[in-house]
Nanobody, 124 residues
């Protein structure tokens, strides 16, 4: 069983930055794919970024490329999402998810483990 805990959300102005953290307990990320999803009110949950832990293979949703960076810390068993140049349309609840697969998937249903979510609000 994997338990995921997100942190780092908050309120920022457009153009600002936040760093989200996803810490795991119960199991390491060594053989997992880990991803960030987000869900805004009235919208479906969408893929943001993901990382294949063992080889640090990374993919991003097109709208965040060049602005967001996903990374991992083996010592802390934590995945981070550095979000720069934030825009109001980035406002959403951000969720960390993991699955026991070496490849990063972009469909929420492909992930078995989810955190509680952390709110990111970007003011215009």
């Amino acid at each position: 069983q994997v338990q995921l805990v997100e942190s780092g959300g908050g309120l920022v102005q457009a153009g600002g930055s936040l760093r989200l953290s996803c810490a795991a307990s119960g199991h390491t990320f060594g053989s997992y794919a880990v991803a960030w999803f987000r869900q805004a009110p009235g919208k479906e949950r969408e893929f943001v970024a993901g990382i294949r832990w063992s080889i640090s293979s990374i993919r991003y949703e097109d709208s965040v490329k060049g602005r967001f960076t996903i990374s991992s810390d083996n010592a802390d068993n934590t995945v981070y999402l550095q979000m720069n140049s934030l825009k109001p349309e980035d406002t959403a609840v951000y969720y960390c998810a993991a699955r026991s697969h070496i490849l990063v998937g972009v469909i929420p249903g492909e992930y078995a483990y989810w955190g509680q979510g952390t709110q990111v609000t970007v003011s215009s």
